[in-house]
């Protein structure tokens, strides 16, 4: 009997179907989301510590134009499309400050364990998002790159992701070395 590690079973749903979302490997596969996003190719993601949750979204929150913040919870899907708001810490929260129209929100820093820059195909379209995870693997949110009207995605946030996740997973490399 031959036995599949979870990365093997991961890419071969990928070369199955491309545009399936983790969540739904892994609800096939039995296992978390995050666990499965961990085991994605790496030209699919890239993973950092969660302890870069608030840079992340002070970045995000300076990126021109709408993004799609998502949050799946009780088989249900989220969504707002919007500039993704400012934030700060308070009472023990990084509070979401949107304008009207726009995301608000508490969220708990401490309890995002692992970030994912994700960037894999999805009904026949090239999509980026940041994932939040807890530590059991459970998606907190996604943040999803914006696209115009056109349904292209936006080149200055693409810059901007790439520029964010190379500069995060090397500073994690870095510290991981010494």
Known sequence: MTTTTLT????ALLTENASMLPADMAATLGVSEGEVVRAMPANYQTWVDGQHAETVLMQVAGWDGPVTAIVHSGGSIFEVKAPFPKGKIAYGYYNLMGKPGEMHGHLKLER??????????????????????????????????????????????????????TQLATSQQTESEQ
């Open 8 to 11: 093997e079973q991961v890419s």
């Open 112 to 165: 995002m364990a692992g970030i994912a820059f994700v960037s894999k195909p999805f009904r026949g379209k090239t999509t980026h998002y940041i994932g939040f995870f807890t530590e059991q693997g459970d998606s907190i949110f996604k943040i999803y790159l914006g696209r115009d009207e056109k349904r292209q995605l936006l080149d200055n946030q693409i810059d901007a992701f790439n520029q964010l996740k």
